[in-house]
Nanobody, 123 residues
Framework: VQLQASGGGLVQTGDFLRLSCAASGRPLINYRVGWFRQAPGKEREGVSC????????YYVDDTKGRFTISRDKAKNTVYLQMDSLKPEDTAVYFCATIKRPYCSGDPHFVHPWGQGTQVTVSS
């Protein structure tokens, strides 16, 4: 299932954003969902993942304690709350369902990418 990310924008250091990840016609509760990001000139990396039982994993040490992944079953949406944003968080953020039978931050094991959302943090 292809997911669409939204909610990005241009913010200042220390601000917050909440990204949303939605799927049309498919209940996300049936999937593991990951957030990934790709900064200019860098490879895409896993940021966080939420399991079917809503347990969570964070892959980027610098985002631990600042980013929170969550799921709203009623809205069929997965969120990434990003607090205390830093310029190094600047990237295009994507969400995707995970192919593996467990959460993974490897961008090679996801279902087809949807459109990402740009996050720019100015210093």
């Amino acid at each position: 299932v292809q997911l669409q990310a939204s909610g990005g924008g241009l913010v200042q250091t220390g601000d917050f954003l909440r990204l949303s990840c939605a799927a049309s016609g498919r209940p996300l509760i049936n999937y593991r969902v990951g957030w990934f990001r790709q900064a200019p000139g860098k490879e895409r990396e896993g940021v966080s993942c939420i399991e079917k039982d809503d347990s969570t994993t964070y892959y980027v040490d610098d985002t631990k304690g600042r980013f929170t992944i969550s799921r709203d079953k009623a809205k069929n949406t997965v969120y990434l709350q990003m607090d205390s944003l830093k310029p190094e968080d600047t990237a295009v953020y994507f969400c995707a369902t995970i192919k593996r039978p467990y959460c993974s931050g490897d961008p090679h094991f996801v279902h087809p990418w949807g459109q990402g959302t740009q996050v720019t943090v100015s210093s």
